[in-house]
């Protein structure tokens, strides 16, 4: 069985429509995504719409719980207090275009996700199982993965948040770290996302990049008075100190 797994899209529909052509392509027999639909691109809306309207299962982001229920900051962990001014201008833009019936579905996704795929038990969750906006960065130590390995006892857990592509392995519990869709890196604006092929016995992980129109999204963000560094401007794992706590 061959399952994609998405995340943090960002509000971006151009890379969101090449993931699921390029999803489309290589034949997945299911898609899931682990949050953060909407926040930093400029298509809100018709980003939540796409999903809904293809009902792919979704669990709740820390810019999907901000968003959703108003709240004043995202609780994401930025470089600079220039970058998170930029943030939290696209958050205060995203919270006054978003439909309300859009807030409400972002308000009642589920934080976290528990399925039976190919009989393998598969667990979806943003940041990790306990905090949206808590970092599994690519170089925690074995015990924290181990820990949540123990804790939840599943085969496999897909996350995202930290807009890294990873895989690791920890006992037997296989941790993928899903990529990010909407947000590319510097010189580097792909999409990216995880495919996970479940076998009898065995489990592998890929991961794709493809590419979209990036500079018609560029155009949608100036033309909102978005900044353009929050298509590539990355989660710090050393945020500056801001002047409220940040978690995570």
């Known amino acids: 069985m ?10 971006n529909l151009p890379a969101l429509r090449a993931v699921l052509d390029d999803i489309a392509k290589i034949g997945a027999d299911a898609v899931y995504c682990t949050g953060d639909v909407v926040g930093r691109g400029p298509h ?9 309207d293809l009902e792919i299962p979704t669990v709740q982001g820390n810019w999907d719980e901000a968003v959703g229920m108003d709240r004043e900051q995202t609780g994401a962990a930025w470089e600079s207090a220039e970058a998170e001014a930029t943030g939290d201008a696209s958050m205060r833009w995203t919270a006054g275009v978003m439909l309300e019936e859009h807030r409400s579905w972002l308000r009642q996704l589920p934080k976290t996700l ?3 795929v190919a009989g393998r038990s598969m667990y979806l969750f943003h940041g990790s199982p306990i905090r949206e906006n808590e970092y599994l960065w690519s170089d925690r130590p074995s015990r924290v993965l181990a820990r949540i390995a123990s804790d939840e006892a599943d085969d496999l857990f897909c996350f995202g948040h930290t807009h890294e592509a990873f895989h690791r392995v920890v006992g037997q519990a296989h941790f993928v770290a899903c990529g990010s869709v909407g947000c590319g890196t510097e010189g580097d604006a792909r999409a990216r996302y995880a495919v996970i092929y479940i076998g009898d016995p065995e489990i592998a992980i890929g991961f794709r990049s493809v590419d979209y129109d990036h500079l018609s999204v560029v155009r949608d963000m100036t033309a909102e008075g978005l900044s353009v560094d929050l298509l590539r401007e990355p989660p710090s794992q050393q945020p500056h100190t801001p002047t409220q706590a940040i978690s995570g």
């Open 44 to 52: 809100p809306n018709e980003t939540v719409q796409l999903l809904r």
């Open 2 to 11: 061959r399952i994609a797994a998405i995340s943090d899209i960002h509000a």
């Open 114 to 116: 528990r399925l039976d």
